[in-house]
């Protein structure tokens, strides 16, 4: 499993992320966002979750 990064990170390739715990854990309510080349990730429901490409 790739590490979780950090929301407002860019230049990260295009796809789907979904929403993950602070070590990179599932969240049982977290959201998935689809970004395009170049995009900013989205910020999270709360300010330690992070993201992970799938």
């Keep these: ?3 979780p990064i950090k929301p407002g990170t860019d230049n990260k390739p295009a796809g789907t ?3 993950v715990g602070p ?3 599932n ?3 977290g959201r ?3 970004i395009q080349k170049g995009d900013r ?3 999270t429901q709360k300010s330690s ?3 992970s490409k799938n």
């Design 32 to 34: 998935t966002v689809h």
């Design 49 to 51: 979750n992070k993201w």
């Design 23 to 25: 070590r990179g854990g």
């Design 27 to 29: 969240l049982s309510n």
């Design 41 to 43: 990730l989205p910020p």
């Design 17 to 19: 992320y979904h929403e």
């Design 1 to 3: 499993m790739a590490q």
